[in-house]
């Protein structure tokens, strides 16, 4: 044994362990308003922040102190004041935007909250059923998506596509499947209003937040949103594009459901697929975005998949698994689109 790389690897869990707490701190900053309450008001004193935030004094002091060991805020002795750097609040306080990342954070105490059933699994088996994170999880994939979504995805994502661009703005029928909370739906019919919508989940909890959702829009015609299985599901219609976000993975069936989703699709139609972006190879996940991405495999993905006797694919599938599952399927083009991305990938798939 090297007593160096024993210190480093003690400075490395370290960092990590803290890193969990910081985590933590985050969500309650986020979740409470501390951040927006901080955000572009320079140096502040304890007072001040509680004020400005309505919380209780104590906890926020705590909070600050916290936040200004991890490095998420800055702190002058002399005057006693907390600042939370602009920087900072780019990424923190500007939820709905493409740049919070205040949602990752969001998701992690509803992962890390089913770690003790989660180690019951690993011995006998079985999973976590989705509904089981509950109001939380799907709050939290509401929050993790929503910013992008609404941002990137008709005028950055699908501009890549055209064709499909051209289609949704003189009328195209569409297919959302996987439709979570319907920000995906929301935000295209409203882009694209000469389009007819679907959204498809079979979480209840979820298609009842999309239905809330859609009801808070005024005038909106265009949209449906359906809690039903895929294999019962026969539209009028078939479709000319069907959208699949951050889904395929979760799938406990994924080939019977993509072969019905073939179906679904026009014979001239096209699937967009959103992933999340990992390698093909462990060795080429060395990095933060993998240790992410296996943590809420393992934490949510793969085992609500695993949960319904899926064959729990994980959220680190892959292009190559995903190019092996269409071709299953039955679609015969497969397109792995070159939109620039830290965190997702993007395919188009076609009959
Ligand atoms: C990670 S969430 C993503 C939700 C949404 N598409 C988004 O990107 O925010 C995965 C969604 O897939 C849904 N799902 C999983 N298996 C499904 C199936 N067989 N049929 C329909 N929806 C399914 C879940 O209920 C959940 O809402």
Known sequence: MEKSKIKEFTAKAFDDISGAMASGLVYIGVRTGLFRAMSGCGPMTLLEVVERSGLTSRYVEEWLNGMVCSGYLCYDPQRKTFELPDEH??????????????????????????????????????????????DEGIEAIDIMNRGMYEHRFADYWLKSLPVVYDQLTNGANV??????TGRVILMLSSKF??????GLDT???SITKAKKHAE??????NVEFLCEDVQQFEPSQKFDLITVCDCVHDLADPINTLRRLRRLLHSSGTMFIVEPKVADRL?????????????????HCMTQSLADGGLGLGTCMGSARLKELSEDAGFGHFTKLEIKSQTTSFYSIRH
């Open 89 to 134: 609040a780019f990424m923190l306080a500007s939820d709905q935007t493409d740049h919070f990342i205040g949602g990752l954070y969001y998701a992690i105490p509803m992962m890390l909250q089913m770690a003790p059933k989660i180690a019951e699994v690993f011995f006998n088996g079985g999973g976590i059923p989705f509904t089981d994170y509950g």
């Open 175 to 180: 297919l959302d499947f996987g439709c979570g």
């Open 193 to 198: 209003p000469r389009s007819r919508f679907v």
């Open 203 to 205: 979480d209840n909890a």
């Open 216 to 221: 808070s829009i005024e005038h909106i015609k």
């Open 283 to 299: 060795e080429d996940n060395i990095n933060s975005i993998g240790a992410l991405y296996y943590g809420m495999s393992v934490f």
